[in-house]
């Protein structure tokens, strides 16, 4: 028998005459493109609002939100704004590239519709934002006097301003300044201005999970309405920091000494939080104060860093005693100005023991050349307890023994700063390098709390600048293309 191979009937195009396979339209694939536009009605040209002074965009119909140029939350906020688009189905939408300083955003969006029975159209389409500024409601506050509404007013009395350097990377790195419509240096702390009582509460909240703090809140009324029952106040909240920072000497008195089990009155505090880490560098023994015991008895430090002097390790004696990354060891050191006048050499014990070698420079407590005024000495002088003549803190690294240059910096707060002396001024600089020097010595520090910035460095050697020569002749060549067998030359000469 013959076999037949049945072959599938087509059509002539109506527009162009083509063979087809049938379908409802009776038309071609090009054809349909050419007469139906599923991307009618669908605006193509439109506006966002950004504000220039937060770089907040606007959301309709008054949400200001934060979104960064080709991220998902632009795309969304942009796809939102399209006119028409829920009559077709969204099958991809992305960003095409624009010049930052345009002032423009293009969005390249794919769609699909029916437009006959079982046939389906893709087109795709173009459509351009014009970024218009428009300052948002809380920038326009903040221009004018008297917008704030909370104000966080945060102290701490001590003669450096180490633990507000702390502070500013603990706000920077959680994102609370952008709340802040204003930030004020004050002689012992910092002013912050918030447009909410709400947003001055969670600072207070994230102070007191951070520091041993308390505080008090008070408000004033600044403008009532009989009629309608409504008052305006202005809140104001104060935070105390305990004066306590890490590195102090610490003379307890004997209530606390005895309400902790006769512990050593003599401590020194290796960590804060919001706890007060104290450990006796004679045994290794640590103790842990909160906040609730430690404002119940409040007390300060007997001396701070500003008194720190330096040593260096004569000789050292190791032992098997050990806690965490400190081991206990005794120690003989002498002052580094006597090094070259006299031989005066001090015994002592230290915590500091898996750190030191003979030779290694140490910073410590010069008890014996401090006047230390507490009222607490002599009783303890009177039942024999005595303070030792050398207290070590932490290992020290000489400006010879540093690196010249820093590749990093660390991103600051823009506050409005006091009026200063030139002697202030020079004591701030110098707190700040020694922030620097125990973020470069402190790993712990470093990994949790800082918002560091990459910074580039200007390096002045011979090799780099052959290099670059090189680079700038590469450049050339491709500028001009006729002179490069030349300079080619020139350079395999070299």
């Known amino acids: 028998m013959n076999s037949f191979k049945q072959t599938p009937s087509r059509i002539n195009c109506c527009l162009c005459g083509t063979l087809i396979q049938p379908n409802p339209s009776n038309m071609c694939v090009n054809c349909i493109r050419n007469e139906v536009d599923i991307t009618e009605g669908i605006s193509k040209s439109l506006t966002v609002n950004w504000c220039k002074k937060c770089g907040r965009y606007l959301l309709p119909p008054a949400k200001w939100i934060f979104a960064e140029l080709e991220s998902r939350d632009l795309l969304s906020l942009c796809l939102k704004k399209i006119k028409g688009l829920s009559k077709v189905k969204l099958i991809d939408a992305s960003f095409l590239y624009t010049e930052p300083h345009s002032k423009r955003l293009r969005i390249k ?56 350097f702390y502070l500013e990377q603990l706000i920077l790195k959680k994102n609370l300044h952008n709340k802040m419509i204003d930030i004020e240096e004050s002689p012992f702390g910092i002013d912050f201005f918030f447009s909410h009582r709400s947003h001055a509460k969670n600072l207070v909240s994230f102070l007191q999970s951070h520091f041993i703090t308390r505080f008090s809140s008070s408000k004033t009324l600044i403008s009532q309405d009989t009629n309608s029952n ?101 120690v003989s050191v002498s002052r580094l100005s006597d090094i070259e006048n006299n031989d005066t050499v001090f015994i002592t014990k230290t915590h500091l023991g898996n750190l030191l070698n003979v030779g290694d420079y140490v910073l410590g407590y010069d008890m014996s050349s401090l006047n230390v005024n507490t009222d607490f000495l002599e009783e303890y002088e009177q039942k024999g307890i005595t303070v030792p003549e050398t207290v070590l803190i932490k ?28 002697a202030k001024m020079e004591d701030e600089e110098q707190q700040i390098e020694e922030f620097y020097e125990e973020i470069e010595e402190n790993e712990d520090i470093r990994k949790k709390s800082i918002y560091i910035i990459k910074m580039m460095k200007k390096i002045s050697n011979k090799k780099t600048k052959k290099k670059n020569t090189k680079a700038t002749t590469i450049l050339a060549w491709n500028l001009n293309p006729k002179k490069t067998k030349k300079r080619k030359t020139k350079m395999k000469k070299r």
């Open 109 to 164: 969006c794919t769609v699909q519709k029916e437009v006959f029975v079982g046939t389906i159209l893709q087109q795709t389409f173009q459509v351009i934002y014009v970024v218009h500024n428009l300052m948002c409601p809380d920038c326009h506050k903040s221009e004018t006097d008297h917008t704030w509404k909370s104000l966080a007013q945060v102290r701490q009395k001590v003669p450096h301003k180490k633990t507000f």
């Open 230 to 330: 409504t008052y305006n106040y202005k809140y104001t909240f104060c935070v105390e920091i305990a004066p306590i920072c890490r590195d102090d000497f610490i003379c307890l008195p004997p209530q606390i000494c005895k309400k902790m089990g006769g512990i050593s009155p003599f401590l020194i505090c290796n960590k804060l939080s919001n706890l007060i880490h104290l450990m006796d560098f004679w045994t290794l023994k640590t103790y842990e104060i909160d906040t609730l015991n430690y404002w119940r008895d409040p007390f300060e430090s007997t001396l701070n860093s500003k008194y720190l002097t330096g040593y260096m390790v004569v000789d050292i004696e190791y032992t098997n005693i050990r806690l965490g990354k400190y081991m206990l060891a005794e």
């Open 395 to 422: 290992k020290y690294y000489p400006k010879k023994l540093r690196r010249k240059y820093r590749n990093w910096e660390l991103k600051r707060l823009k506050m409005k700063e006091m009026e200063k002396k030139k």
